[in-house]
C-alpha cells in the first residue's frame, strides 16, 4: 500500500456517480460555462506517494532554521520561554485537542472548567475584575480594547503611544476604521511614552490613551505617572497591553487603576512556530464586564447545586442583534488558552515569580557583557527580558553573520523606525544560558570589530 489511510478506488467513484445520477464527475460542472473552465493540464508535480510526498516535505523543513538548531536571542512579541512537558500531554487529549465551542455545557464541563482557571489566572495576574476565554491574538485584543473605549465614552479620539509593538499599532489602524475613530500617536522619549507629549494631546474628546507594559523596546512604563495625566480628563480611560509572564514580577497594571488589560499568552506554553497561532487575553473591570468582547465562562450550580461552568454575557452577533453587539470575533483560541492554563498551573504562583524574575536578571546580565565589549545600550533605564543595543553595521548583515554562527540575531528596529536605524532590539529569556550569552557577546564583539 502507497497510503496509511484507505483512499477512493474507481468503484467507490463510479458508485457515487450513480447514486447522484451521472454518468462522469464533468457533469457535476455542467453549470459552469465552457468559456471558463480550465483547458489542458495544469503545470505541478506528478503525484507522488506518500513516502516519497514525506520525504520530500521532511527535507524542505529541514532546510529551515529552528529554535533547536540555533540559539535565539529574538523577541519583539514572539518569545522562546520554557514550556512543561505536561502541557503537550494535556493538550493532545482528544476532548480538548477536538474540542470546539462549548455551547453544550451538559457534555463540556471539562473544556469550559478549563477556561474558566484561564480567565481566573488572567485576573490574578493583572490585578482586574474580569477577562474573557481568549482573544486571537494580543494585537487584536488590543484594538478591541480601543474600540470598546470608544463606545463606552462616546468619544472619538485615542492617544497610543509609538512605544507600543508596532504591528499592533498597525491592527488598531485597521479596527478603528469602522466606528471612525481618531488615532494620535505619541512620541517616546528615551525608549518610553513621552510625558510631556501626552499632556498636551489630552482633552475632553480623548476616549482613552493606550499603552504597552512592558513596551516593544522593554522598557517599563511609568503607569502611576501616566494614570495622574489620564485623571485630568475623568471620562478618558487607560488601556494597557502587558506581557502577562512580566505580570510576575512588575506590579499589575490593574493597581495602577488601569481600565482595561490586554496582551499575548503565547509566553505560556505555546512555542513560537512561526509567529502563530497565539492566545490574546483581554481583562477589565467589572462596570465594562457586559461590553468584553469574545466568550466569558461563568460558574454557576444545577438544579442539584452542584458546581458547573457555562458560557455567559454573551454579547457577540450569532446571539444577539448585530447592532447591539460588543463585537464581531466569532471565536476564540480555546486550546491555545487550554496550553496557556496547564503551563502557569505547572510553574505555580512561586515559579512563575522566579521565571520572570530569571528573565531580567539574564537581560541585565546580557546588557552588562555587551557593555564591556564596548556596545552602546540605547533607551537606558529599568527594563523587562530586552534591551536595544547599536551597531555599526546594518542589523541585517549582522543577522546573516550570526546565523552563519549558530545564532538568531535580534529585531531590526529600522525596519519601523528610522531612527533606529541600525538599532538592534535583543530578548533573553529564562531559556538562555550563560554559556550561550557569552557565546553571543564574543560572536557579536567579533563582528562588530
Same mark, same amino acid.
Given at each position: 500500500m ?9 468503484t467507490?467513484?463510479?458508485?457515487m ?10 457533469e457535476?460542472f ?16 506528478? @503525484?507522488?506517494n ?9 527535507d ?20 522562546d520561554?520554557y ?7 494535556v493538550?493532545?487529549r ?6 470546539y465551542?462549548p455551547y ?6 471539562? !473544556?469550559l472548567?478549563a477556561i474558566?482557571?484561564?480567565q481566573?489566572?488572567?485576573?490574578e ?5 474580569v ?7 494580543? $494585537?487584536?485584543?488590543?484594538?478591541e ?6 463606545g ?10 509609538k512605544?507600543? +509593538?508596532? !504591528? ?10 469602522g466606528?471612525? %475613530?481618531?488615532?494620535? !500617536?505619541?512620541d +517616546?522619549k528615551?525608549?518610553v511614552?513621552d510625558l510631556? +507629549?501626552?499632556?498636551?494631546?489630552l ?8 499603552v504597552?507594559?512592558p513596551n516593544?523596546?522593554?522598557r517599563?512604563?511609568p503607569?502611576?505617572q501616566i494614570?495622574s &495625566?489620564?485623571?485630568?480628563?475623568k471620562k ?9 509572564l512580566s ?6 497594571p490593574?493597581?495602577?487603576g488601569?481600565?482595561i %488589560?490586554v496582551g499575548?499568552?503565547? %509566553?505560556?506554553?505555546? @512555542?513560537?512556530?512561526?509567529?502563530? @497561532?497565539?492566545c ?6 467589572k462596570k ?5 468582547p469574545?466568550r466569558? %465562562?461563568?460558574?454557576?450550580?444545577d438544579e442539584?447545586?452542584r ?6 454575557l ?7 442583534r448585530r ?5 464581531? &470575533? ?6 491555545n488558552?487550554l ?7 505547572s ?6 515569580? /522566579?521565571m520572570?524574575k530569571?528573565n531580567?536578571q539574564k537581560t ?6 555587551l557593555k564591556a ?7 537606558? $533605564? @529599568?527594563?523587562f527580558?530586552?534591551i536595544?543595543? /547599536?551597531?555599526?553595521?546594518n542589523?541585517? !548583515?549582522v543577522n546573516?553573520?550570526?546565523l552563519? /554562527? ?10 519601523v523606525d528610522e ?14 544560558t ?13 563582528i562588530?570589530?
Amino acid at each position: 500500500m502507497e497510503f496509511r489511510y484507505l483512499p477512493m478506488t474507481e468503484t467507490d467513484k463510479k458508485e457515487m456517480l450513480q447514486r447522484v445520477g451521472v454518468e462522469h464527475s464533468d457533469e457535476l460542472f455542467s453549470d459552469i460555462p465552457e468559456g471558463v473552465r480550465f483547458k489542458g493540464e495544469l503545470d505541478i508535480k506528478a @503525484p507522488k506517494n506518500e513516502y516519497q510526498l514525506m520525504k520530500e516535505l521532511t527535507d524542505l523543513a529541514g532546510k529551515n532554521v529552528n529554535l533547536k538548531s540555533h540559539t535565539s536571542f529574538l523577541g519583539a512579541g514572539v518569545y522562546d520561554h520554557y514550556i512543561p512537558s505536561i502541557v503537550d500531554h494535556v493538550i493532545s487529549r482528544s476532548e480538548f485537542y477536538t474540542a470546539y465551542t462549548p455551547y453544550q455545557p451538559e457534555i463540556s464541563q471539562g !473544556e469550559l472548567q478549563a477556561i474558566f482557571e484561564f480567565q481566573t489566572m488572567i485576573c490574578e495576574l493583572t490585578g482586574m475584575d474580569v477577562a474573557n476565554s481568549s482573544m486571537y491574538d494580543g $494585537g487584536t485584543a488590543l484594538a478591541e480594547a480601543v474600540n470598546l473605549s470608544a463606545g463606552q465614552t462616546k468619544k472619538k479620539k485615542v492617544l497610543v503611544s509609538k512605544s507600543i +509593538h508596532p !504591528e499592533s499599532l498597525d491592527v488598531i489602524r485597521s479596527y478603528v476604521k469602522g466606528p471612525g %475613530v481618531e488615532v494620535v !500617536e505619541i512620541d +517616546h522619549k528615551h525608549g518610553v511614552t513621552d510625558l510631556d +507629549h501626552l499632556a498636551e494631546e489630552l482633552d475632553e474628546d480623548t476616549a482613552s490613551v493606550v499603552v504597552q507594559y512592558p513596551n516593544f523596546f522593554g522598557r517599563i512604563e511609568p503607569l502611576d505617572q501616566i494614570r495622574s &495625566i489620564v485623571d485630568t480628563e475623568k471620562k478618558a480611560m487607560m488601556i494597557t497591553s502587558s506581557n502577562p509572564l512580566s505580570l510576575g514580577y512588575l506590579t499589575p497594571p490593574g493597581e495602577f487603576g488601569a481600565d482595561i %488589560v490586554v496582551g499575548d499568552a503565547q %509566553v505560556f506554553g505555546i @512555542p513560537a512556530q512561526y509567529g502563530g @497561532p497565539h492566545c490574546g487575553y483581554f481583562a477589565t473591570t467589572k462596570k465594562l464586564m457586559r461590553k468584553v468582547p469574545g466568550r466569558l %465562562v461563568g460558574q454557576t450550580v444545577d438544579e442539584e447545586g452542584r458546581r458547573g461552568f457555562v458560557l455567559t454575557l454573551q454579547a457577540r452577533e450569532q446571539h444577539i442583534r448585530r447592532d447591539k453587539a460588543t463585537s464581531n &470575533i466569532c471565536s476564540n483560541q480555546a486550546l491555545n488558552a487550554l496550553a496557556a492554563s496547564v503551563a502557569m498551573t505547572s510553574l505555580g504562583k512561586q515559579g512563575l515569580k /522566579k521565571m520572570a524574575k530569571m528573565n531580567i536578571q539574564k537581560t541585565a546580565y546580557m546588557k552588562k557583557q555587551l557593555k564591556a565589549a564596548g556596545f552602546e545600550i540605547d533607551f537606558e $533605564g @529599568p527594563f523587562f527580558n530586552e534591551i536595544v543595543v /547599536k551597531l555599526e553595521r546594518n542589523v541585517s !548583515e549582522v543577522n546573516q553573520k550570526l546565523l552563519d /554562527k549558530g545564532f538568531i540575531g535580534g529585531y531590526d528596529l529600522g525596519q519601523v523606525d528610522e531612527n533606529l536605524k541600525k538599532s538592534m532590539l535583543l530578548a533573553v529569556t529564562e531559556i538562555r544560558t550563560k554559556d550561550e550569552i557569552d557565546a553571543f557577546v564574543k560572536e557579536m564583539g567579533d563582528i562588530h570589530v
